[in-house]
């Protein structure tokens, strides 16, 4: 269980979360790292994950992107090796990660952790979102700028970094020490030694992304095709001129398909998707009966949640038929109105045992809920 010391929430949400960085000494006492190099470099030869070694040797910086065959060839100079997502492998990983839950999920995108040799390092380099750092075993040297006008520079194709920059943080982290580093915040982390760091990402999308994911859902489902109407269209001098009137008309239907409700379930799928890893094991779940998984929790069959899964909900939002709704990798889930509570908390929950508290008289609702969720992948009896 991995919880956060030394760190008060409430003045890190008021004084630093988009605004400063902070360096957390010691966030995580006794820090034990999830996974080790071995086990990363395993990650990074699998055919669905994403995975990149970037290094630098005689000043020519390098950038391999995985699967790997031959991880070692790409491992020269000072390196390190990438891998995103590990969240979604690594339950211990996916552990780690929710320590920072003060968040909340539907802001979080992964868990990256990279391994890096001495002097190693992505170069200095400003990102577009909200990070927080863990130093795993080793120790390495982080510098964090202010925000500026700094030159950029693009060493290979797939690597920006900036130029030099002036630190106001400049600190050597130890294992359990994490920093936090606000978007565009110019930031350096070089290894001292042999070193595991885990960031853990956050999404932040621009209207530019919502409105090219939300067109794609209305295009799929068919929505939002009343057109144009104007039975008392004005006339005008000028055929060429739209009245401002006109331009509102035009406003106020794409305004009424955002405030629509279905937009409000299309937010909460394009947030609670994560970009699942697929791998082929997916395609070979079974599929259990109602029956069946009554009849596991008679046996006391505890159910475990697959590492990542992190499923949300819109507040008080409910089906037509009072159904709780939430969702997971973009898809909605309903589950009847009394079970709401135990629900939520049961989403919450890596492992859930029948033992802990099932009342009776939300069993049978729950039992399908848990049937969907096994069947879709999400939950698996252990
Ligand atoms: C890392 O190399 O582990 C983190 C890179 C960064 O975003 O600064
Ligand atoms: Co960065």
């Not at 202010?146 to 002036?166: A, C, N, R």
């Amino acid at each position: 269980m991995y919880q956060i010391k030394n760190f008060d929430v409430d003045v890190f949400l008021s004084d630093y979360w988009q605004k400063k960085p902070m360096v957390i000494k010691q966030g995580f006492t006794d820090f034990q790292d999830p996974l080790d190099e071995h086990e990363l470099a395993g990650l990074a030869l699998e055919e669905h994950i994403d995975s990149r070694v970037i290094s630098l040797k005689t000043k020519k910086w390098q950038v391999a992107h995985g699967p790997f065959e031959d991880i070692n060839q790409h491992c020269k100079g000072a390196w390190s090796l990438l891998v995103q997502a590990v969240d979604q492998s690594v339950p211990e990983a996916d552990e780690l990660m929710r320590a920072f839950s003060f968040i909340p999920h539907w802001r979080m995108t992964d868990l990256m952790v990279s391994f890096s040799n001495k002097d190693a390092g992505v170069g200095p380099h400003i990102d577009q979102y909200d990070v927080f750092i863990v130093q795993g075993k080793g120790s390495r040297r982080w510098q964090i700028g202010l925000p500026g006008d700094y030159e950029s520079k693009v060493p290979h194709p797939d690597l920006k970094q900036i130029s030099e920059f002036t630190p106001i943080i400049d600190e050597i982290l130890q294992p359990g020490d994490i920093i936090y580093i606000p978007p565009h915040h110019p930031h350096n982390g070089v290894a001292l030694d042999y070193c595991l760091n885990y960031s853990i990402g956050f999404r932040a999308p621009s209207p530019q992304e919502m409105l090219s994911a939300f067109s794609d859902f209305s295009i799929d489902n068919n929505l939002f095709t009343q057109r144009y109407l104007d039975q008392k269209i004005a006339g005008r001098k000028y055929p060429g001129e739209i009245k401002q009137q006109e331009l509102k008309q035009f406003k106020d239907l794409l305004h009424h398909a955002i405030e629509s409700a279905q937009c409000s379930q299309w937010l909460a799928e394009y947030l609670s998707t994560n970009n699942r890893l697929k791998n082929n094991e997916d395609e070979s779940i079974e599929a259990y009966s109602v029956e069946e998984i009554t009849e596991l929790l008679a046996n006391g069959q505890t159910f475990v949640r697959e590492p990542g899964i992190k499923p949300i909900f819109i507040e008080s939002q409910e089906s037509e038929n009072n159904d709780f709704i939430f969702y997971i990798e973009g898809q909605a889930f309903n589950s009847p109105a009394n079970t709401r509570e135990f629900v939520q908390n049961f989403l919450h929950s890596a492992v859930f045992s029948p033992k802990d508290a099932l009342p009776n008289d939300i069993s049978l609702f729950f039992t399908q809920t848990l049937t969907t969720l096994v069947n879709s992948g999400y939950w698996f009896p252990e």
